[in-house]
């Protein structure tokens, strides 16, 4: 796998849509921001586990094996689930600047309807 649990090592906005998406993306990308910032934007494609739920315990059924990029609004949040995720065996790496660096980078942000989404 691609990526280094443990090692510190964060992934660009760039980088991680480059390995999340695609005809066979090489890993997912999990959204750990809350619910209401879910829904107002998000990337397409993207799982929603809540990093309040991923702390209490959360299942991750969603990654198919495949190695997580762990995105928050900033990436605080992220790098705390990245840790929780590296307990468990997870391979996941979170992704530098969070969903405010991927929609200044112009990458693609929805809402809960599939439409334009902002970054709450």
């Given amino acids: 796998m691609f990526l280094h649990r443990g090692s510190g090592q964060r992934l ?3 980088e991680a849509w480059t390995r999340t998406t ?5 890993a997912v990308l999990l959204d750990v921001r809350e619910e209401p910032e ?11 586990v809540p990093l ?5 315990g959360a299942t991750m059924l969603a990654a198919r094996g495949l190695p997580l990029v762990v995105i928050c609004r900033s990436g605080h949040r992220s790098q ?8 468990l065996g997870a391979d996941a790496v979170d992704v530098n600047g969070g969903m405010m660096a991927w929609a200044a980078a112009g990458l693609p942000v ?3 309807r599939g439409d334009g989404g902002s970054i709450a």
């Fill in 52 to 56: 309040t739920d991923l702390a209490a």
């Fill in 12 to 14: 660009s906005v760039n």
């Fill in 22 to 26: 695609g005809g066979c993306p090489e």
């Fill in 110 to 112: 929805i809402d809960e």
């Fill in 38 to 48: 879910w829904r107002t934007g998000h990337a397409p494609g993207a799982v929603h």
């Fill in 80 to 87: 705390q689930a990245v840790k929780i995720l590296a307990e």
